[in-house]
């Protein structure tokens, strides 16, 4: 089985500060790990995704995610938050191989809200 | 431009009534899913088709049908078995190269209400 806990539904920041967004998983095997990102009444779009190369994954907008497998943790940064990053963003887990084959296990969402 | 296309964006049904979400894709993907989307909940699988004329039941199958007659459509219907149809339903696609690796892409979705 596999999960995905975002820690915090509602984070804000001000404009030009770090963005900090937490997100834990917890699978039986080799997780593959994404970020995506929605605008108010719109789709997801991917951020970016871990899937075992690097630790560090840079993503679009400067944001990146460090996978740590010690804590089980893959959380996104950005330097800067510019007040077009304000949306919900969503943690989401795969299995690499196995039987979960295309299915995304999602984390409940956090709401990101950039201060002026 | 390649993408997935979803409609209609908002739709009012009333109780008992069955109702159909429209999912199209020209990214010439094998794989496409419907999801559900409620508040504070992310999001939640319904149905997913690896490849034509095939799908399979996700986590919240109850009350929903699926069909994949087409590689391009994969429509959802909402019968009136399902008890809480409120929600945003979201369409995806991915290649289906048969790895976990594949990334999702995601219609603007739909907004059903049911009145």
């Known amino acids: 089985a596999q999960s995905v806990t975002q820690l915090g539904s509602h984070v804000s920041v001000s404009e030009g500060a770090l963005v900090l967004l937490r997100c834990n998983y917890s699978?039986?095997?080799?997780?593959?790990l994404f970020w995506y990102v929605q605008y108010p009444n719109q789709g997801l779009q991917l951020l970016l995704k871990y899937t075992s190369a690097a630790t560090l994954v840079k993503g679009i907008n400067d944001f990146e995610a460090e996978f740590k497998k010690s804590e089980t943790s893959f959380h996104l940064t950005k330097p800067s938050a510019h007040m077009s990053d304000a949306a919900e963003y969503f943690c989401a887990v795969t299995n690499a191989g196995g039987t979960s084959y295309g299915k995304l296990t999602f984390g409940q969402g956090t709401i990101l809200t950039v201060h002026p | 431009d390649g993408g997935i296309t979803q409609s209609p964006k908002y739709l009012f049904r009333k109780e008992g009534q069955n109702v159909t979400l429209s999912c199209e894709q020209n990214?010439?993907?094998?794989?496409m899913y419907w999801y559900r989307q409620d508040p504070g909940q992310g999001l939640r699988l319904i149905y997913y088709s690896q490849i034509v004329n095939d799908f399979q039941k996700g986590d919240i199958a109850e009350g929903y049908s699926v069909s994949r007659e087409k590689k391009e459509s994969f429509p959802l219907t909402v019968t009136s078995a399902q008890k809480n149809p409120t929600a945003f339903y979201l369409c995806?696609?991915?290649?289906?190269?048969?790895?976990?690796?594949?990334?999702?892409?995601f219609g603007p979705g739909t907004r059903l209400t049911v009145l």
């Open positions: 699978s039986s095997v080799p997780p593959y």
């Open positions: 990214l010439n993907h094998d794989a």
């Open positions: 995806a696609s991915s290649k289906g190269s048969g790895t976990s690796t594949d990334t999702q892409y």
